[in-house]
């Protein structure tokens, strides 16, 4: 069984910094996907951030990046130059193939509040 | 636009009433996922369809279904319910197979309140 694990209920930075956001996993697949969605408050999950389990360099889209150390078993998310906008539910999500598919379903955490102050 | 669509985006009905909720995958997917959030539960899956057929099953309720039409929309059928069930239900579609991050496509969720 896959598990996701985010210890983080509520993160608070201020506009301008850096944040990371933690994510630990655990699996016994070899190959599997790990994901980082932006939920604000209108609902709508946002895709952000990529990492494939055999992927050698941290993944990274454009103020977002993946701080991936798969010994352990960790998935963190680094948020560069807060915005205000940035202020939002954020999941840490996992995929495994499935079935001959390269997408199975997707095993959520149980998610980060980040707030950004001015 | 997401490219998935789920209707209708809010319902809210009695106790002990039955809903269904529609979902249209992203054009090309064949794989369509059912989701709930729940502020106590947080984001569960429910099941899991592929090209028509069941293909993984996670917490869902003996009072829930679903069903993929040729199509390839899905439905997901809650009955008899409880303020329990409350919650957002997303649908998300992928295709067989590819790879990358951008592969779930989420719809923008539907919300049900049970009154």
């Known amino acids: 069984a896959q598990k996701i694990t985010q210890t983080q209920p509520g993160m608070f930075v201020q506009e301008k910094e850096a944040v990371t956001l933690d994510c630990t996993y655990d699996t016994s697949d070899q190959s599997y996907g790990l994901f980082w969605y932006k939920q604000p408050s209108s609902g709508e999950m946002i895709f952000l951030i990529y990492q494939g389990s055999y992927d050698e360099q941290n993944a990274t889209e454009g103020r977002y990046s993946l701080n991936f150390q798969k010994a352990r078993k960790s998935a963190n998310l680094v948020i560069s130059a807060s915005q205000l906008g940035d202020s939002a539910m954020y999941f840490c999500?996992?995929?495994?193939?499935?079935?001959?598919?390269?997408?199975?379903?997707?095993?959520f955490g149980q998610g980060t509040i980040l707030t950004v102050h001015p | 636009d997401s490219g998935v669509t789920q209707t209708p985006k809010h319902l809210i009905t009695a106790t002990g009433q039955r809903v269904t909720l529609r979902c249209s995958p992203r054009?090309?997917?064949?794989?369509v996922y059912w989701y709930q959030q729940s502020l106590d539960q947080g984001l569960q899956f429910l099941i899991q369809y592929y090209n028509g057929e069941e293909r993984a099953k996670g917490n869902i309720l003996e009072r829930f279904s679903a069903q993929q039409f040729p199509d390839l929309h899905s439905e997901l059928n809650l009955s008899s319910l409880e303020l329990g069930d409350s919650a957002l239900y997303f649908c998300?579609?992928?295709?067989?197979?590819?790879?990358?991050?951008?592969?779930?496509?989420f719809g923008s969720g539907t919300r049900l309140t049970v009154v």
């Open positions: 998300a579609s992928s295709p067989m197979r590819t790879g990358g991050g951008y592969g779930y496509t």
């Open positions: 054009s090309g997917d064949l794989s």
């Open positions: 999500a996992m995929s495994s193939a499935s079935g001959g598919t390269s997408y199975g379903k997707l095993t």
